[in-house]
């Protein structure tokens, strides 16, 4: 029998037998056409070695019964040669290990091999887009889940796909923005995480994401070797709280949010600074409090600021505006532009009046048609307003609005909606009232969401 080696010693002089576990398996496809030829894998040993490898199709429907995700394995006669791209590799290793006709993979039994049942290389979140750069370089990083924005859905290769936003804090207050798309969402199920937890400060350790630096600004996506973490069993994620000596009395959002945040939305947990507030605050907020924070406003939309150009030729990708069917985002000319929404909602409340932007699949969720319908339908040479937004004027919301804010000119503020509900008739979200006897409360709490 062939001794067994430890994955750290495999080369393309030594090889042998490894036991180990299998980490994660995704599938290997062929960017000329799109197919799926092989499955890419990471395995890790009882010594914290680790290796990835690549196999043809064909060999994993062969093995796949033993073969599978957190398995641990022996596993014999394959080669191992040098790495021959660079790219996209998720461990540490200067070598490829890969399965042939001849490799067999055998489930072993799991009480007898300790072996980890995860594997990291944290890097650190302040690194991201000054020494780490490579766009094509997975990366593992760990924090706290500071807020994440809710589920939206947006057109993706022509089908309606899920969106979602994550932003990942650390121990100094760095914040990096983690972007998910389709089944990465439902992998992570944040509303799942909280409900498991009693809506305690959620931590993730994410391996493998990949950096996409996007106008200037370096974020964080999810692909298919990515995985995430949030059991605070793993043995990662507790020596990071032990490390950044957190616990569940400190990590709390701080009772200035508290008292100005609504109580209990699907997504709205007690970290996500979610602050309802009223179109008065609102204004008044200093411009350096607008970051990533949201904000919730119930408000009756009164008008349509731009009746005549409430429509833009878009990037059929990225929805950026085109200048000369030139996409300044993708750096590509476009043939074809989408026509897409831009509506400047004039909106009020009982203590005064804003104007908030509607833009994309935003607003496209608010009137019920595609921005190019309507203005097929429409008149535009008449001066009237659309009937389908015509139809809007009146109607109240409750508004999620985004930290990200457009000053035109002067101190004129225009706020961008992240997600919009429909007040039906008898349903209540009113700001709290404010009586005489606690006039002076209602006042405090108000200073302590401008500051």
Known sequence: MDSVLPISQLTNRVQGVIHARVLKIWQAIDTKNNNVWGMNFVLLDKEGGAIQGVMPIHIYRRMEVDFVEGNICEIGRFTVEHIKNSGFRTVKHDFTIYFSAQTYATQLAPNLHDIPACYFDFKHLEDIGTKITDEKQPIDVIGKVSHFTTIEEKMANGKPTKMQTVYITNESGHTVEMTLWAHFVDQLDIDGVYAKSNNQPMFLACSSVILKHYQGKYS???????????????????????????????????????????????????????????????????????????????????????????????????????????????????????????????????????????????????????ASEVKEKSNLDCNELPPPLKKLIGNKYKFTISGKLQVLYENHRVYNIIQSELIVENEQLALPAITEDDEDKTSENRKKCLH
């Open 220 to 370: 964080l996506r999810a692909y298919a070797a990515t995985r995430f973490y949030t059991d605070r069993g793993v043995k990662e994620i507790k020596e990071y709280l032990e490390s950044v000596h957190c616990d569940d009395t400190a990590l709390q959002i701080n009772t200035n949010a508290i008292a100005c945040s609504e109580g209990s939305s699907s997504n709205t947990h007690p970290q996500i600074d979610r602050i309802k507030i009223s179109l008065e605050d609102l204004s008044m907020l200093p411009l350096d409090n607008f970051s990533t924070g949201q904000y919730l406003c119930v408000a009756n939309i009164v008008g349509v600021n731009n009746p005549f150009d409430w429509y833009y030729e878009g990037c059929p990708k990225c929805y950026g505006k085109l200048r000369q069917s030139w996409c300044k985002g993708c750096k590509t000319k476009r043939q074809q532009p989408s026509i897409c929404y831009k509506i400047l909602w004039q909106v009020e409340d009982d203590t005064g009046e804003v104007e908030f932007s509607a833009i994309g699949n935003t607003a496209q969720y608010m009137v019920g048609e595609k």
